[in-house]
């Protein structure tokens, strides 16, 4: 009932940025968290940021600096500010958002996935 569409993914060289976003459509009542993961060949998908209906946000540690996570309410989508990329930030990044769709049920909703790739 909710679908969450990524764009922004690509190629960057090392030191340099890119910006992700993630809109939220369907039969939504509201959204309370929204967050970014990510999921590198071989390892498990790890959360990069997270920030509530309210702007709180949190960070893993080693994007914190670098990244900074953001929404807006009145479009549903939340965006990824990633700058001072490096190769180890490369992989797929999701995005997910849970809250309640009209109708009181709540849901929560994974993006199909945008590949990010830092490389000279």
């Known amino acids: 009932q909710v679908q969450l569409v990524e764009s922004g993914g690509g190629l960057v060289q090392p030191g340099g940025s890119l910006r992700l976003s993630c809109a939220a459509s369907?039969?939504?009542?509201?959204?309370?968290?929204m967050g970014w993961y990510r999921q590198a060949p071989g390892k498990q998908r790890e959360l990069v940021a997270i920030?509530?209906?309210?702007?709180?946000?949190n960070y893993r540690d080693s994007v914190k600096g670098r990244f900074t996570i953001s929404r807006d309410n009145t479009k549903n989508t939340v965006y990824l500010q990633m700058n001072s990329l490096k190769p180890e930030d490369t992989a797929v990044y999701y995005c997910?958002?849970?809250?309640?769709?009209?109708?009181?049920?709540?849901?929560?909703?994974w993006g199909q996935g945008t590949q990010v790739t830092v490389s000279s």
């Open positions: 997910h958002a849970g809250g309640l769709v009209v109708g009181g049920t709540e849901f929560g909703s």
């Open positions: 920030i509530s209906s309210g702007g709180n946000t």
């Open positions: 369907g039969s939504i009542f509201s959204i309370y968290a």
